[in-house]
């Protein structure tokens, strides 16, 4: 059996101006609703997290609530897979608010001993491990699992310089890619027109059927979360390498 919840937060803010809300919080919530076994104490917590951000409560209550969430077991890798899951369903604007909180409470950083550690410690995703599909790429790259779950979504990281090929997401119906920018500087590029800078926050939609590549800059380490739109056929295909000297046209 868990530990017993105990909250005086209501009475000790509340209690001789609204007695029976403080009474309602403190005892009814956390005294019996967060005690309850049917749930354990990190699904309850994870559940209240994902509530309060549909709701767009971005303040200090859900401060609260990510830290009882890291209290109780959920890790760094999980609420960031939670948070860009609810995302998906509640809206960009609001994962980027709870992304905000979200890092100040998971804010552990590791020994930077290289300097993908150095990277590592300035993102909230994941590097993950060398990318399997490193021979469609010019340099080296990365890739890590955020969810697999319903909508797939990876963060693909790029050394200083690295690139992909030129490529097609095929499709019948439907399909394509959707990028989110989450660090460092980067660019993408469609066949015939000129590149774009990527950096953190900015959104490429990528339409099924429209070559394209996307990668670093030459200065800068990059990461991109990349998450496929479902459609009917659905293949990839790889293409030419871009050139060093189309490359050192964007800088």
């Not at 990190?42 to 209290?71: E, P, R």
């Not at 604007?93 to 410690?121: C, H, I």
């Not at 994941?126 to 963060?155: C, H, M, R, T, W």
């Not at 693909?156 to 500087?185: D, Y």
Request: aromatic share 12%; hydrophobic share 40%; net charge negative.
């Amino acid at each position: 059996m868990s530990e017993k919840i105990v909250q005086t937060a209501g009475r000790d803010q509340l209690g001789e101006f609204a007695s029976m809300f403080a009474h309602l919080n403190d005892d009814v919530l956390f005294g019996e609703v967060w005690n309850e076994e049917a749930i354990d104490v990190k699904t309850k917590c994870i559940i209240t997290v994902v509530s309060l951000m549909a709701s767009g409560i971005t303040d200090s209550s859900l401060s609260y609530h990510l830290q009882n969430a890291k209290a109780h077991g959920v890790t760094k890798e999980e609420i960031a897979a939670i948070i860009t899951h609810a995302t998906m369903y509640v809206g960009w604007p609001k994962g980027w608010a709870v992304f905000r909180l979200a890092k100040e409470v998971w804010n552990e950083t590791s020994e930077a001993v290289t300097e993908k550690d150095k990277y590592q410690n300035t993102i909230f995703f994941p590097i993950g491990e060398e990318n399997p599909y490193g021979d469609f790429f010019v340099g080296q790259s990365y890739l890590a699992p955020v969810s697999k779950d319903q909508v797939p979504v990876f963060n693909v990281t790029f050394e200083p310089g690295c690139r992909n090929n030129w490529h097609i997401h095929h499709a019948k119906s439907g399909g394509g890619q959707m990028l989110i920018c989450v660090g460092g500087r980067g660019y993408y590029q469609e066949w015939g027109k000129e590149a774009v800078e990527m950096t953190p926050g900015k959104v490429i939609n990528i339409p099924a059927e429209v070559k394209h590549w996307h990668g670093a800059a030459p200065d800068s380490w990059f990461s991109h979360l990349a998450i496929e739109v479902a459609g009917e056929e659905t293949s990839n295909e790889w293409l030419e390498a871009v050139s060093d000297e189309d490359y050192g046209k964007l800088s």
